[in-house]
């Protein structure tokens, strides 16, 4: 199943972790429609306008995965909105950056409710979706416990 044509449900479900501690990270049917709206709303039109693949490492979390990265990870920030199948982690393509996938979010007037720039310039792009009350709010996150607001004009 799709969530848009370059997104499958299921990458958005995979999970490494889930696996291996044999957790169910299926998305609940009543926030498919959360998951797909995040697609079509934000995802895809970014995939559109920078023409090359974007994977995504981690998109729906259940609470016990939620859980699990929690303690396995120092500094880990739980985004509630992943267990809910509101938000994202994408990766991005070959020659781009985290900052300039935020950066085309913001130029296209994508409706993102938050952004959070993970580990600028190295790292990888959270991005959540709220239908009907999106928020705007670009943070990042700089490898320690909390999430500022992003230093760097965008
Ligand atoms: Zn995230």
């Known amino acids: ?7 499958p449900l299921a990458e958005f479900e995979f999970s ?13 049917p009543e926030m498919f429609v959360r998951a797909r709206d995040l697609a079509r709303e934000i995802m895809q039109p970014l ?22 990265l929690k303690n396995k990870h120092q500094g880990w920030i739980s985004h509630s909105q992943h267990t809910k199948g509101e938000a994202a982690d994408l990766r991005p393509p070959f020659g781009w950056t985290n900052i300039e996938l935020a950066q085309v ?11 959070i720039v993970e580990l600028p310039n190295r ?12 928020r705007r709010e670009v943070r990042t996150w700089l490898g320690e416990p909390g999430v500022y607001p992003l230093g760097i004009v965008l």
């Open 1 to 7: 199943m799709l969530l848009t044509k370059n997104f």
């Open 16 to 28: 490494h972790t889930a696996l291996m501690h044999g957790i169910d990270n299926n998305i609940p």
């Open 47 to 68: 995939r559109d306008f920078v023409d090359s693949p974007i994977s995504v490492s981690s998109g729906y979390r259940s609470p016990e995965l939620d859980r699990i």
């Open 105 to 115: 979010i913001i130029n296209l007037g994508l409706p993102f409710d938050q952004m």
């Open 123 to 134: 790292g990888w792009l959270h991005v959540s979706h709220r239908s009907g009350r999106n």
